[in-house]
């Protein structure tokens, strides 16, 4: 069993930065990706970013330059700093592990969700 405790998010304005975080427990292998997807309204589901366990990292292209995935392995623990926050970031974003990865669909853990509004 895996548990994923998201914190973070919130309101903040056009421009300005928050820094989402979130930690696994319970079976954790070393071989893993964590990530972060987001859901807004009137559309589907995206990645936003994701690492696996030796630091490789995707972005989607619409938050390259502007969001920083890291992790730290000792705490399983992924994070996302968000800077330069545009309104077309609004929405629930989602903290997500993928491991077993060897299967043919991977075991797939998902947080609640937590807010971000960006508004003047």
């Known amino acids: 069993q895996v548990q994923l405790v998201e914190s973070g998010g919130g309101l903040v304005q056009p421009g300005g930065s928050l820094r989402l975080s979130c930690a696994a427990s319970?079976?954790?292998?070393?071989?893993?990706?964590m990530g972060w997807y987001r859901q807004a309204p009137g559309k589907q589901r995206e990645l936003v970013a994701n690492?696996?366990?030796?630091?490789?990292?995707k972005y989607v292209d619409s938050v390259k330059g502007r969001f920083t995935i890291s992790r730290d392995n000792a705490k399983n623990t992924v994070y996302l700093q968000m800077n330069s926050l545009k309104p077309e970031d609004t929405a629930v974003y989602y903290c997500?592990?993928?491991?077993?990865?060897?299967?043919?669909?991977?075991?797939?853990?998902w947080g609640q969700g937590t807010q971000v509004t960006v508004s003047s």
């Open positions: 319970g079976t954790i292998f070393a071989i893993n990706i």
């Open positions: 997500n592990i993928k491991q077993n990865l060897w299967r043919p669909i991977e075991d797939d853990y």
């Open positions: 690492v696996d366990n030796v630091n490789n990292i």
